[in-house]
């Protein structure tokens, strides 16, 4: 599996839905994926692909009976990125108000 460029990030549907899912507060997988309704193999792959990128940190959370809970949170990266993304998205609808 190789590594996507910013572009092929922001053209993917699915990865830019996770990314604008997890911007509003940092989730589990099962979160992401109730939320989403992604099938988990697909999700399993994009969270892969978003890992390697770095757009993406999970994050631990010890519980009490030995278990480990992880967490997505979005990388100062991808925070910047997105907030460019959403810009232009809006300055591009502004513009042309037919769309």
């Not at 997988?29 to 969270?47: D, H, P, V, Y």
């Not at 997105?82 to 810009?87: A, T």
Request: net charge positive; glycine share 2%.
């Amino acid at each position: 599996m190789r590594k996507l460029t910013d572009k092929e990030i922001l053209k993917c549907e699915d990865c830019l839905r996770i990314l604008l899912t997890i911007q509003k507060r940092s989730l589990r997988f099962s979160q992401i994926q109730k939320s989403l309704s992604i099938n988990t193999a697909r999700l399993c792959n994009l969270l892969k692909i978003l890992r390697r990128g770095f757009w993406i940190i999970p994050h631990t959370i010890p519980t009490q009976k030995s278990r480990v809970l992880i967490e997505y949170r979005l990388s100062k990266r991808s925070i910047l990125t997105l907030n460019d993304y959403i810009k232009k998205r809006k300055k591009i609808n502004l513009d042309n108000p037919e769309f």
